[in-house]
């Protein structure tokens, strides 16, 4: 462990705000299973975004050097973290642009209050932001009499339904296109009420609604994609132009972004550009990237400020094997091709961050120590197919694997009685860390044909294996092991040459 | 050439039969199979399950056991096994800053094969039925297992073994790369999620019209067998290592009649090694 990085302390913070899930995965996992309409969308969705996603990087000859390319600058930003942060203020300072920072979720959510307030506004609209859902801005400015209007069509849906994302991408991924009507009929004020269910016509409504807002914010809120450090630019990748709107029109940008999301310079930009749109929408290249450095006189926003959030970064940065969890670009693709996520849907995860990057994501930002977020790390079958999809190739399982360490680490000692799994797994361990004792268990196993029926099937099983018998059957063990089988052949084959 | 079995825990109590069709698959091939007595497990399950401390004896023992015998190259008939033998032992001795372990585990991970990789990269097998008088007339499908797809990338090894048995006609399995939810002690501990992707899983293998379903891990095979045998399916599971080792003389058991691993390692018994 190093402490040298942002100055961090020798205990790290960790983050607050919209991380910590309120029930253990299992139990949201239960739930959200039963929802069938759900796992209908969701199996939809996924499943078409993948098959475009395998189409267009199947075009790229040198995919697999991209990826390299991508995650090997990743980790040298992480490495000189605190000097590019530095670089990144000197130049966007000079530019006109005021940097403000933030250690944790609440004062990043009182930065941006205060500078809405400082631009006279009670209103604002926003640009798709992960970093602003992380930290709950906008429930926040609910409560201090600001209201914030997303302006992304999908967030928009999720915000006019009062519910929560569920991907990050496609924050309403489990609706289909007749609840989306639905919300817009219930929800908008002057929505023409014959409106039908065909995408063009929902969109249309959208538009028509958003464009009011567009016009009379003073004050609009962004996240970023990327900060290049040599020139102080700011970046915003999106389909719609939503985003474009907001970040050229009003007065005041605030935009709130994780330390994580900086790049050494511009020239870096290439690589991300050609993972980003593929790994997400399964696009050549997205309709609309807006780049900003600072102030520009007569164009655009003239109050540009940037929040620089840690939540938790630096505790994430501190944990060598975790750090590269910090490589994330938000692009969704692990989500995508995820058995878990495509049958649980983004709820389960509790946190912002869903899915395989979710599952390593919130425990490494929160610390592994409280029991919600503890489960998440299991929320997996290691099939590893988030690694294959990753962009910028973080190695999910192998991280997945690390954190499930530090939680029984973490509970070694503490508990007054060891679960059930801790029991079974030094009783195995005793069994299996010798070839002798495994015999002798094996010796024992035909018994288990007691359990089993005269159908030789055990249908049944107590404690911590009941779950796999709600839905499978165990066959009844063999007669004989292989070990006793070989033994006994070889001592045969022996007295025979013996004799 | 000496090879050395690594039955693997699951395969030595459980499935029998598996081991013994590997060994008769090397042996045909004219080579001496030896097995390290003091083998047990690679400790995958308490790796994966974040049992660092317990995994150390048991990862400690494989290594143990394997460089305790004299033998040119290791195999077993399972993925994940083998991918935790060449993946994971090292990392974990790392992880307890052991650097001689780390060292002796990089060695046997590195002369350790999974049996498909084994035959097909190494002992130039190409046409099961030639090679080996492999003979299955049946109607199969296959499902290859993540780890043996993802970590060891093994492609199309097994499959294409699978496909030059005599008599055998192959099923393509739709959404074969999707994971079978079995994960170890994930299906214990997410077993509603598990069993949802198993549901998924075998709906596809139905759909395939074929009366039992191959594979290379004996894990993933009692997943997915236990779903098929709760749902009374009547679709068996087989590894691909009894469908190669399956000749004219000594078939193995017909889809249908493998219930488990002790149906087939009962009439496997039965036949004797000769
Ligand atoms: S972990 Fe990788 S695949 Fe998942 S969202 Fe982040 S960059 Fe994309």
């Known amino acids: 462990m190093s402490s040298t990085y942002l100055g961090m302390p020798a205990v790290p913070v960790y983050g607050s705000g919209n991380l910590h899930t309120a029930e253990p995965f299992p139990v949201a996992a239960r739930r959200e299973l039963d929802n069938e309409q759900l796992r209908a969308n969701l199996g939809h969705a996924t499943h078409t975004i993948r098959d475009k996603r395998l189409r267009v990087v199947a075009e790229l000859p040198d995919w697999e050097e991209l990826r390299e390319a991508g995650s090997a600058t990743k980790a040298a930003v992480m490495a000189r973290l605190p000097e590019l942060l530095e670089q990144f203020e000197e130049n966007f300072t000079a530019r006109g642009g005021v940097i403000h920072w933030a250690r944790d979720a609440a004062e990043a959510n009182e930065i941006v209050r205060d500078l809405i307030r400082d631009a006279g506004a009670d209103e604002v609209v926003k640009v798709k932001s992960m970093a602003t859902q992380e930290i709950g801005l906008n429930e926040y400015l609910e409560e201090h009499g600001i209201s914030a209007f997303e302006t992304d069509l999908a967030e928009l849906i999720v915000q006019l339904d009062h519910d929560k994302p569920s991907h990050i991408l496609v924050p309403a991924i489990h609706k289909n296109r007749s609840q989306i009507r639905d919300i817009f009929l219930r929800e908008m004020p002057d929505v023409d009420p014959n409106l039908t269910d065909t995408p063009a016509r929902l969109a249309e409504a959208a538009r028509l609604h958003l464009r009011r807002k567009f016009l009379s914010a003073k004050v609009a809120i962004s996240g970023a994609n990327f900060a290049l450090a040599d020139t102080g630019t700011l970046a915003v990748v999106e389909s719609e132009g939503n985003g474009r709107m907001c970040l050229t029109l009003p007065e005041t940008l605030i935009t709130v972004m994780g330390v994580e999301k900086l790049l050494p310079s511009w020239t870096d930009l290439e690589v991300f550009m050609q993972l980003l749109p593929r790994s997400s929408t399964g696009e050549r290249m997205n309709p609309y990237t807006s780049l900003w450095t600072g102030v520009t006189e007569g164009d655009g926003p003239q109050n540009v400020h940037l929040v620089l959030l840690d939540n938790g970064r630096s505790a994430a940065l501190a944990d060598e094997r975790g750090r590269s969890a910090l490589h994330c670009i938000r692009c969704s693709a692990c989500m995508n091709v995820c058995p878990v996520y495509e049958r649980t849907g983004g709820h389960a995860y509790g946190s912002t961050y869903p899915g395989p990057i979710g599952a390593i994501l919130s425990p490494l930002l929160t610390g592994i120590t409280s029991e919600e977020n503890a489960s998440l790390p299991y929320a997996s079958s290691l099939c590893g197919a988030c690694y294959d999809a990753c962009p910028v190739k973080i190695n999910i399982p192998e991280i997945l694997v690390h954190l499930r360490s530090e939680d029984v680490q973490s509970r070694r000692g503490t508990k007054k009685v060891p679960g059930q799994m801790d029991v079974a797994m030094k009783a195995a361990s005793w069994m299996m860390g010798s070839g002798r004792r495994m015999a002798l268990v094996e010796k024992a196993l035909p018994l288990g044909k007691l359990a089993a029926g005269p159908d030789r099937k055990i249908k049944k099983l107590p404690g911590i294996a009941a779950g796999w018998t709600r839905s499978r059957d165990l066959p009844a063990p063999p007669a004989q092991s292989f070990r006793d089988w070989w033994a006994k052949e070889h001592e045969d084959t022996a007295s025979k040459e013996q004799a | ?274």
């Open chain 2, 1 to 274: 050439m000496k090879i050395a079995l690594f039955a693997t825990c699951i395969v030595d109590a459980m499935y029998p039969s598996t081991a013994r069709a590997t060994v008769s698959i090397l042996e045909r091939l004219g080579h001496d199979v030896v097995f390290p007595a003091g083998q047990a497990c690679c400790g995958q399950m308490h790796l994966n399950s974040g049992y660092f401390t317990e995994a150390v004896p048991v990862v400690r023992n494989h290594i143990e056991a394997f460089e305790a015998e004299e033998y040119d190259v290791a195999v077993a008939p399972s993925g994940s096994c083998v991918a935790s033998v060449k993946h994971q032992h090292a990392m974990l001795a790392r992880s307890v800053g052991d650097s001689d372990l780390e060292t002796r585990a990089t060695a046997v991970g590195a002369r350790t094969y999974e049996l498909s990789a084994l035959l097909t990269d190494v002992l130039g097998v190409t046409d099961a039925a030639a090679q080996l008088g492999s003979w299955y007339p049946h109607r199969i499908t296959y499902h290859p297992s993540c780890h043996g797809m993802r970590l060891l990338r093994l492609g199309d090894r097994q499959a294409n073994l699978l496909r030059t048995v005599e008599g055998l006609e192959l099923e393509p399995l739709p959404e074969a790369d999707q994971c079978c939810g079995f994960g170890g002690t994930f299906s214990l501990k997410n077993a509603d999620v598990s069993s949802a992707m198993l549901a998924d899983k075998n709906a596809n293998i139905a759909a395939t019209g074929a009366q039992l379903c191959s594979g290379g891990d004996a894990s993933c095979l009692m997943h997915i067998g236990g779903g098929l045998s709760r749902e009374g399916s009547g679709i068996s599971t087989l590894h691909f290592a009894e469908i190669l080792a399956s000749t004219r003389e000594h078939p193995a058991p017909p889809p249908g009649a493998v219930r488990g691993g002790s149906r087939s390692a009962a009439r496997l018994a039965g036949k004797g090694r000769q």
